[in-house]
């Protein structure tokens, strides 16, 4: 299986984030054993921030480098539209994403392409590693208990567990264009891009496998402030669109999701007291789904910590 040839475009949108950041996600898919792949820079600062001055000067070295596409945008558009800017300017036969704050291992482009072009997917996705500045494993996403990969399977386990982050997507780049990108929404982008491609019928695969490392800083972030509290309330009442599907186990374990996560969003949001009433509601929603996630978060997060000694 020859897949040499096979161009990947990593899409990484960018905004109020340190030129050193930058540099080291770059860094990292330059990195990559998979040689034939190209960057596409989404600059979505405002024109006239110090921000976009310093990006417009830092990018200056890749001037003349051919795998390196670098767009400005008139505005700030926001992270899905940033990135559909980036899908369409990119020219790979398959297209990735990276944060502007995290990184590939060298191997992630080459074993995910190749694990594509094997099994003929539309689309795939993998492990998710997350770790604080001194890389030291705070949360790891896996899916190994999703055996059936129907859509129809596909669509409750999304609904109940999240099947993302976009670093760990790639796309047949004609499949993603066809579904029309990413949907203009402030938070949850990953999961209602996951959502279109399993309603769209794409071929769905899972690569039981880790190599992104997804960056949590103590400071910043939209996703740490009050849009991850309006979107995560918004994303729960568009999820009761879909409960005529689910069985009442199924809505007890996504009620109790949400509050998990409202739990943590207020408390980054030094509100809590809504902390402490989302806890207890996520406690009476499943006693059960508490104990058992979870014991299953720290028992991953020791695992995971191990595998690095």
Not at 120 to 147: A, H, P, W
Not at 192 to 218: G, Q, T
């Amino acid at each position: 299986m020859n897949v040499l040839n096979k161009r990947v475009s990593v899409i990484i949108p960018t905004y109020k984030r340190e030129v050193k950041y930058i540099l080291r996600a770059i860094n990292s898919i330059k990195l990559q054993t998979h040689k034939n792949t190209e960057v596409v820079i989404v600059d979505d600062n405002p024109p006239d921030s110090e921000y976009r001055k310093h990006v417009m000067q830092f990018m200056q070295q890749f001037k003349d480098d051919d795998n390196v596409i670098y767009l400005m945008n008139p505005k700030n558009i926001g992270g899905s539209l940033a990135r559909n800017k980036g899908i369409n300017a990119a020219t790979g036969e398959y297209i990735t994403f990276l944060d502007d704050d995290d990184e590939y291992l060298p191997k992630k482009v080459a074993k995910q392409l190749e694990f594509m072009v094997e099994k003929d997917c539309d689309m795939s996705f993998t492990n998710l590693k997350l770790v604080n500045e001194n890389k030291v494993v705070v949360d790891y996403r896996q899916y190994n208990s999703l055996k059936n990969f129907d859509n129809r399977n596909l669509l409750k386990y999304h609904l109940m567990r999240h099947l993302t982050g976009t670093p760990t997507f790639m796309y047949k780049a004609e499949k993603l264009k066809e579904i029309g990108g990413f949907e203009d929404a402030r938070m949850g982008q990953e999961f209602y891009l996951m959502l279109k491609s399993i309603e769209n019928n794409l071929k769905i695969c899972y690569l039981n496998d880790c190599d992104v490392l997804a960056y949590r800083h103590n400071n910043g972030g939209i996703s740490q402030g009050r849009n991850k509290i309006d979107g995560e309330n918004t994303l729960y009442e568009f999820k009761k669109g879909y409960f005529h599907m689910l069985t009442r186990r199924e809505k007890m374990f996504i009620r109790f999701r949400h509050y998990a996560v409202m739990v943590i969003a207020y408390k980054r949001n030094k509100n809590y007291f809504h902390a402490l009433m989302s806890g207890i509601k996520m406690v009476l929603v499943s006693p059960v789904d508490f104990l058992s996630e979870v014991g299953k978060f720290f028992v991953n997060i020791f695992k995971n910590r191990r595998l690095e000694n």
